[in-house]
C-alpha cells in the first residue's frame, strides 16, 4: 500500500461519526465525477484498460469502483480502486 492508500484510508477510518463525510466531501466529489465520466464513456474506459494492461500485462485491469449510498463500505472500495490506477487514470485525463 503506498502512501496515498494509506491517506486515503487514514481519512475514511479517522473522519469524525458526527461530521460523517463532511472532511473528505470535496475529495469524494471529485473522485465519484471521474468514475462517473469512466462508467458514461466507454471509449475512456477501453482507453484505462488498455493503458494497465500495458503498464502491467501480468495484473488483471482493474475496473472502478462507483459509490453507493446503500453499501457503506462502497466509498472506501471507490477511493482505493481509484488510487490503485491513478497513474493510468492520469495519463488519460
Known amino acids: 500500500m503506498d502512501s496515498r492508500q494509506n491517506q ?10 458526527q461530521s460523517g463525510m463532511a472532511g473528505i466531501k470535496p475529495v469524494h466529489d471529485k473522485v465519484n465525477a471521474i468514475v ?15 493503458l494497465q494492461l500495458q503498464l502491467s500485462p501480468d495484473q ?7 459509490d453507493v449510498v446503500t ?16 497513474i493510468c487514470m492520469i495519463s488519460l485525463l
Open 71 to 86: 453499501r457503506w463500505n462502497s466509498t472506501h472500495y471507490m477511493l482505493q480502486q481509484i488510487l490503485q490506477v491513478y
Open 8 to 17: 486515503a484510508s487514514y481519512l475514511f477510518t479517522h473522519s469524525q461519526p
Open 36 to 50: 462517473e465520466f469512466f462508467h458514461k464513456s466507454t471509449r475512456a474506459a477501453e482507453k484505462l484498460r488498455l
Open 60 to 66: 488483471q485491469p482493474l475496473k472502478l469502483v462507483n
